[in-house]
Nanobody
Framework: EVQVVESGGGLVQAGGSLRLSCEASGFTFDDYAIGWFRRAPGKMERERVSCISGRDGTTTYANSVKGRFTMSSDKAKMTFYLQMDNLKPGDTAVYYC???????????WGFGHWGQGTQVVVST
């Protein structure tokens, strides 16, 4: 069974940093991908923030976080990180990691297998 558990959220002032962690289990990362998503207050949809492909390690970012967020992985621990620097109030959201619902497509397939999320609040 695929499971993910997010942690590391909190309250931070604008310009500060946080590092989120996603502990994953129940699948072979090389066949899949891990994505970080967020849901802002009052929004229904999750926005994809970043994704790393298990096949080749290619990492992609949303334009809104490029240059500020960095995704990394420790495959041996099946733990995936999102380093968030120069945080802005607009980054306030619940952050989730997810796993694609099908193998072999990397970041191109639809995601599911969500964790409970971790709250990030950026104050002015």
């Amino acid at each position: 069974e695929v499971q993910v558990v997010e942690s590391g959220g909190g309250l931070v002032q604008a310009g500060g940093s946080l590092r989120l962690s996603c502990e994953a289990s129940g699948f072979t990362f090389d066949d899949y991908a891990i994505g970080w998503f967020r849901r802002a207050p009052g929004k229904m949809e999750r926005e994809r923030v970043s994704c790393i492909s298990g096949r080749d390690g290619t990492t992609t970012y949303a334009n809104s976080v490029k240059g500020r967020f960095t995704m990394s992985s420790d495959k041996a621990k099946m733990t995936f990180y999102l380093q968030m620097d120069n945080l802005k109030p607009g980054d306030t959201a619940v952050y989730y990691c997810g796993v694609p619902l099908a193998s072999g497509y990397g970041c191109l397939w639809g995601f599911g297998h969500w964790g409970q999320g971790t709250q990030v609040v950026v104050s002015t």
